[in-house]
C-alpha cells in the first residue's frame, strides 16, 4: 500500500473527529500517532481494543510498517500494552491506578503552580492566557476534542513555567496515560462548565502571581477532575 507525504499537522492543532476517514497525503510518523490518539482519547478505539494492524491500516490508509512504528510510540506513552500471543492492546487503567496517578498529578501542579509564580516571565504567562482564551472559544464552539487538547496545553505549560526538568519529566509521563481519563471527565454541559470555571481562575492567580491561590485553585481543579471521572470508571 502505498502513502504520500505532506505537511505534519501540529500536535495541538484541532483533529478532525476520530475515525472520520482515510489519512490523507500523508505518511508522517507524528500524524499517524496523533490519528490514533486522537481515537483512544475520544473513545473510537475503547480500553481493551485489541489494534489490528490490517485492519487499521485499511481504514486510515497506511501500510503496517508506519503503523506498527506509531503503536509502539503509543506503548512508551503508556496508552497501548504490548501483550504477549495478543499483540498491541488499548491499556485499560484500573480505579485505584488512576486515583494514584491523579494524587500524585496534583502534587506536581501543586509545587509547578508556586515556582511559575516566581519563576515566570511576564511573557510566558501572556502565553498562557492567550491559549486560555482560545480553549475559551473552543468552549463556545462546542469542540470538545480541540478543547480539550489545549487545556491540557495549559497545564503543561503552567509545569514548563516551573522551569524544573525533574517536575517536567514526571508530569508528562503522566499526563499522557490520563489522557483518556481526563477526556471523559469534561463529558456533560454541568461537568464541562465547572472545568472550564476552574480554568479562569487559575489563569487570574497566575497572572497575579499569587502562589497561594494558584496552588489552592490546581489542588481543587483535580481534586474535582477526579470525582468527576470515579463514577464512570
Not at 486515583?99 to 504567562?125: F, K, N, P
Not at 480553549?135 to 491540557?152: C, H, T, V
Not at 499526563?175 to 463529558?187: A, C, P, T
Request: net charge negative.
Amino acid at each position: 500500500m502505498s502513502e504520500t507525504i505532506g505537511t505534519a499537522r501540529p500536535a495541538d492543532q484541532a483533529a478532525e473527529p476520530a475515525g472520520a476517514g482515510r489519512i490523507a497525503r500523508t505518511s508522517l510518523h507524528d500524524t499517524i500517532v496523533n490519528r490514533l490518539r486522537d481515537m483512544i482519547i475520544e473513545g473510537a478505539l475503547e480500553p481493551g481494543t485489541r489494534l489490528h494492524e490490517g485492519q487499521l491500516g485499511e481504514q486510515l490508509g497506511i501500510s503496517r510498517t508506519p503503523l506498527r512504528e506509531a503503536i509502539k510510540y503509543l506503548a512508551s506513552e503508556g496508552l497501548v500494552e504490548l501483550v504477549p500471543s495478543r499483540g498491541a492492546v488499548v491499556r485499560r487503567f484500573g480505579r485505584k491506578d488512576v486515583q494514584d496517578m491523579m494524587l500524585v498529578i496534583r502534587t506536581l501542579e501543586d509545587l509547578a503552580g508556586r515556582l511559575a509564580c516566581a519563576a515566570a516571565s511576564d511573557g510566558a504567562i501572556a502565553a498562557v492566557r492567550r491559549v486560555h482564551d482560545e480553549m475559551i472559544a473552543r468552549y463556545e464552539a462546542g469542540d470538545r476534542l480541540a478543547y480539550y487538547k489545549l487545556n491540557q496545553q495549559i497545564h503543561s505549560m503552567i509545569v514548563d513555567l516551573a522551569d524544573n526538568q525533574s517536575l517536567a519529566q514526571v508530569h508528562s509521563g503522566l499526563q499522557m496515560r490520563l489522557k483518556r481519563v481526563r477526556f471523559i471527565g469534561h463529558e456533560g454541559p454541568e461537568r464541562w462548565a465547572a472545568a472550564v470555571a476552574e480554568h479562569g481562575e487559575m489563569i487570574e492567580a497566575l497572572e497575579a502571581r499569587d502562589a497561594d491561590r494558584l496552588a489552592e485553585v490546581l489542588t481543587r481543579h483535580l481534586t474535582k477532575a477526579w470525582e468527576r471521572v470515579q463514577e464512570m470508571l
